[in-house]
């Protein structure tokens, strides 16, 4: 998961937030082709009994300035699925109480080979959005009062299916079942072993895969590749 999301809020975009039952949207979905890590997205959280859109910090670790907040010097886009029941760790205890969903339309990958970039793709789902599993976090400014929200992704290991697009990694994609959804945004589910099957990879929902020039202009240089659902 290589930090960027399309998050274009279309038609497909708007039935699935739809089905989320939303009680109340506290900021508008953001509508961005390219959005990258440490700009601010849309999460979906529960907060007691009320599921809310709210916006986010995508970097789960935030450091206090001035009169604001500003991303953490320790890269935190993402968690690893292995970190998660790692005491200490940063999403060790978001895991257990502050679960978040992150709804896109796709997301990015960059394959690095000897740290320089060989290919990009963008991949997205081929009807609908995407269901992305993360962890949010509440920040509360010393001295202004402000309350701040920051998010991940979990990421998991790669799939064998997109082992040629990205071979370290991959996102966490829930599978679109409304019970799942709900246990997972239950901050009063901790019985965290309810979710170890959601952390072997697995592609719930068909994929997109578009190998583009570079992220900033998402030129498709090639022929797009459909990834089948599992």
Known sequence: MCGRFN?????????????????EIIDIPIDRRFVKAADTVSIVRNVGEQRRVENATWWLLLDQADNDFKPSRYTSFNTRYDKLNTPGSAGYEAYRSSRCIIAVKGFGETEFVNKKPVHYFDLEAASGGIILGGLCREWQHQSTGEIKLSCSVITLPPHEKLKHIHSKAMPLMLPQESSLIDQWLNPRVNEIELFNSLLIPYIPQTLIAHQIDKPMTHQVIAKSQTINRD
């Open 7 to 23: 998050s274009t809020f279309d038609s497909g975009m708007k039935k699935l937030y739809t089905s989320l039952k939303i009680h």
